[in-house]
C-alpha cells in the first residue's frame, strides 16, 4: 500500500500538472490540435476529476498504510501528522484548496461568476504546494527519473503562466478590437483580390 | 393619413366614441409641429388615472393586448407582471426605465414622439411606476438628434412638479451614440456605470436589473400607449389594429424621397398604403437594419402586422418602412449599412467581432462590382456561423439583413459579377451615421 501511495501520488502531480496546462489554455480559448475548442474544457474538467480519484487513492493509501503512522486528520489538517509534519502538511493545504476548487466547481450554476472565479484562481496556489509536498515529502522525487519530472512539471507549469500573462498583455482594449479586426479584414481581403 | 379601422375587430360593448380616430400619440394634424405642454396635454387627454393600488392595470394591459413597440413586440402585462412578482418574491423595490434610446438611424419615431409629446411618456412611465409598486424611475435617450429633446423633458418635467403631477420622481439620463446603447442589458450596464453593451443573460433585468432590483425597461412609445389604455380602456385601444396585433403604433415611412415620415398607423395596415404605389422593380426595407428586403411587389401584398410578415421572414419591429427608389443599387446600400453594423459591435463575443468585419469587407466586394464567385456563398456561410452565438442578437439581426438583400437582389448580385451596375444614383440613400466607436469612452 505504501508504494501504491506513492504512486498514485506521482500520478496526481502529472495530472494535476495536466489540468493546470489545460485551464491555462481555457483562459485563452485556446485550441489543443484535434480538438475543437469546447473540448479543450471538457478536457479540463474531467482531467481534474480523473485527478481528484488519484489524489483520494494516494492520500486513503497513505493513511490506512501501517508502515508510518499518519492519522486521518492529516490529510485535511495541515500539521497534523508527527510524520514529515511540515511537508505533509502542504499536501494537506494543497488537498484543501482542491477540495474548494472542485466543490465551487460542481455547485458553478449556483454561484455567481465572480465568487467562483475567486475561489478558482486558488488552483494558481494549490498546485505550487502540491509540488513541494510532492518533491520534499518523499526521496522518491529527489533524484533519478522521477526528479526530472517533477523539474519537467514545475518548468511546464511556470512557462504557461508565463504564457498566459504574456498573452494577457498582448490584449487589445475591447472598445479597439472592432476597428483593428475591420483593418486587418479589409488588408487581407485586399491581398488576395490583388 | 386616414383613419383606418380594423374590419376583423367587432364587439360593441367596448365601442367607444372616436376610438378609431388617428393620431391618438401624435398632436392632431392641424396642430402643426409644436410640442405640446401640459395644459394642451391635459385639455386633450385629461388627468392622470393613479389606479391608487400596483397591478390592477396589468389586467386591463392584457385585455389591451398591448405589445412592445421598441421592436420585439414582447406582451407588455407579462414584463410587468414579471417584474412585480420579482419584487414581491426579493422583496426589492423594483426601478422603471423609458428607453427612448432610439439607436436604429433609420427610425426617428421615439424622438419625435418625445418632442411632441413627451407628457404622453410621463405619464405612462407613472403609471407604470405605479403598476409595479416602483419609487425609481428613469427616462434614458439619446442626445444627438435633430432636436435638442432632452432640454425639452426637463421642460416638461419642470412644468409637471409645478402641478405636483408626478409621483415618483424621474431622472433624465443620455444615451451614447452607438447602436446597442438602446438594448435592455446595455442600458442597465451603461446607468450602472459601465460601457453601454449587452451582457449575458440570465438572468434577466426583470430579476436583477439595475443595482440588482426587478427592471423594467419599456419603450417610449409603450408608455405612451399604456397612458392611454389607463385612461380609455382596452376596448378602446382594440379598435384599431387587428384583433391578434391590436392598437396602432408608429412608424418611419422613408419613400423614394429618402424623407423620413412619421405617421402613426394600425397595425395590420396595408404596406401599399404605406408606401404610395413603389415601382414594382425596386425593393422595400422592412425593420431597419436588422431587418429584412423584400422585393417591392412582394411587399406591396403584406400588411403591417407580425402574422402577414413573418410567412415573408419579415417583421414589424420598431416600424421602419423604406421604400429603395429604382435608380439605387440596393447591394451597395446594404454594404453600407452591414459596414456600419460591424464597426457597431461591441466587440465582445467572438463570432460578433471576428463574423461582422468579414461579412462587410465580402459585402463591400460584392457592392464594389466583379466580386469572386464565391463570395456570396462565404456570405451565406458566415451569416449562419455568427447567428445565435452572441450575448445579444446583433450578430442574428445582421445576418438576417444580409441573407435577405443577398435574396432579394440576386439578380443584382449576377449583374455585379459580370461587371455591371443598375444603379444610376451613386448618392448614397439610407441614413448611416459616420461617427464610429475608437475608444471606450465612445461607449460610455
Given at each position: 500500500m505504501w508504494y501504491a501511495s506513492r504512486g498514485t501520488g506521482v500520478v496526481a502531480l502529472l495530472l494535476l500538472t495536466a489540468v493546470m496546462l489545460l485551464g491555462l489554455l481555457v483562459t485563452r480559448q485556446g485550441r489543443l490540435p484535434g480538438l475543437p475548442r469546447f473540448a479543450v474544457g471538457g478536457l479540463h474538467r474531467n482531467l481534474s476529476l480523473l485527478a481528484a480519484v488519484f489524489v483520494v487513492i494516494h492520500v486513503l493509501t497513505a493513511v490506512l498504510d501501517g508502515y508510518v503512522n499518519i492519522p486521518i486528520t492529516a490529510a485535511v489538517v495541515p500539521l497534523a501528522s508527527s510524520y514529515e509534519r511540515f511537508w505533509l502538511g502542504l499536501g494537506a493545504v494543497s488537498l484543501d484548496l482542491m477540495l474548494a476548487v472542485i466543490v465551487t466547481s460542481l455547485l458553478r450554476r449556483h454561484l455567481s461568476r465572480r465568487t467562483w472565479r475567486a475561489v478558482h484562481l486558488l488552483a494558481y496556489l494549490s498546485w505550487p504546494v502540491a509540488w513541494f509536498h510532492s518533491v520534499f515529502s518523499s526521496g522518491d522525487l529527489r533524484h533519478g527519473a522521477l526528479f526530472i519530472l517533477a523539474i519537467c512539471c514545475a518548468i511546464a507549469v511556470v512557462g504557461g503562466v508565463l504564457w498566459r500573462l504574456a498573452a494577457a498583455a498582448r490584449d487589445v482594449p475591447r472598445a479597439e478590437r472592432v476597428g483593428l479586426e475591420m483593418s486587418a479584414v479589409k488588408k487581407q481581403r485586399e491581398g488576395t483580390i490583388r | 393619413m386616414t383613419a383606418v379601422t380594423s374590419q376583423e375587430f367587432s364587439d360593441p360593448a367596448s365601442w367607444v366614441p372616436g376610438a378609431g380616430e388617428l393620431p391618438r400619440l401624435l398632436p392632431p394634424a392641424g396642430a402643426g409641429k409644436q410640442a405640446q405642454d401640459l395644459m394642451t396635454h391635459l385639455a386633450r387627454y385629461g388627468r392622470l388615472p393613479y389606479r391608487e393600488r400596483t397591478g390592477t392595470l396589468i389586467n386591463d394591459l392584457e385585455a389591451a393586448g398591448l405589445t412592445g413597440r421598441g421592436g420585439a413586440a414582447f406582451p407588455v402585462h407579462r414584463k410587468l407582471a414579471a417584474v412585480l412578482a420579482a419584487a414581491d418574491r426579493r422583496r426589492k423595490i423594483p426601478t422603471v426605465i423609458a428607453n427612448g434610446a432610439e439607436s436604429e438611424p433609420a427610425s426617428d419615431k421615439d424622438a419625435t414622439l418625445l418632442w411632441l409629446a413627451p407628457h404622453l411618456v410621463l405619464d405612462g412611465l407613472q403609471l407604470a411606476a405605479e403598476a409595479v409598486g416602483a419609487q425609481t424611475a428613469i427616462l434614458y435617450t439619446h442626445?444627438?438628434?435633430?432636436?435638442d429633446v432632452g432640454k425639452r423633458l426637463q421642460q416638461a418635467l419642470r412644468e409637471r412638479h409645478a402641478v405636483g403631477a408626478d409621483r415618483v420622481p424621474v431622472q433624465l439620463a443620455l444615451a451614447p451614440p452607438r447602436f446597442l446603447a438602446g438594448q435592455e442589458t446595455a442600458l442597465v450596464s451603461h446607468l450602472a456605470g459601465g460601457p453601454a453593451i449587452p451582457t449575458f443573460t440570465p438572468p434577466r433585468i426583470t430579476e436583477r436589473g439595475l443595482a440588482g432590483a426587478p427592471t423594467l425597461v419599456q419603450n417610449v412609445e409603450t408608455l405612451a400607449h399604456l397612458a392611454l389604455i389607463a385612461r380609455r380602456g382596452p376596448g378602446w385601444f382594440r379598435a384599431v389594429g387587428t384583433r391578434h396585433e391590436p392598437g396602432s403604433m408608429l412608424a418611419t415611412v422613408r419613400r423614394a424621397d429618402g424623407r423620413p415620415r412619421i405617421t402613426e398607423v394600425p397595425l395590420g395596415m396595408p404596406l401599399r398604403d404605406l408606401l404610395g404605389d413603389p415601382q414594382p422593380e425596386s425593393a422595400v426595407l422592412i425593420g431597419g437594419y436588422h431587418g429584412t428586403w423584400l422585393p417591392a411587389a412582394r411587399a406591396a401584398a403584406l400588411t403591417l402586422e407580425n402574422r402577414s410578415l413573418e410567412p415573408a421572414g419579415a417583421r414589424v419591429g420598431a416600424g421602419i418602412v423604406i421604400s429603395l427608389p429604382a435608380d439605387r443599387c440596393g447591394l451597395v446600400e446594404t454594404a453600407n449599412a452591414v459596414r456600419y453594423l460591424a464597426l457597431e459591435s461591441a466587440g465582445q463575443c467572438g463570432p460578433c467581432l471576428n463574423g461582422l468585419p468579414r461579412m462587410a469587407s465580402a459585402f463591400a466586394e460584392l457592392a464594389g462590382g466583379?466580386?469572386?464567385?464565391q463570395t456570396r456563398a462565404d456570405l451565406e456561410r458566415w451569416a449562419g456561423l455568427v447567428t445565435g452565438r452572441g450575448a445579444c442578437h446583433h450578430p442574428d439581426g445582421t445576418a438576417r439583413f444580409v441573407r435577405s438583400a443577398l435574396v432579394t437582389f440576386a439578380a443584382e448580385a449576377d449583374r455585379h459579377e459580370r461587371g455591371r451596375c443598375s444603379a444610376t444614383s451613386a448618392r448614397p440613400f439610407l441614413p448611416i451615421p459616420t461617427s464610429s466607436a475608437r475608444t471606450a469612452e465612445d461607449w460610455t
Open positions: - | 442626445a444627438d438628434r435633430e432636436h466583379r466580386p469572386r464567385p
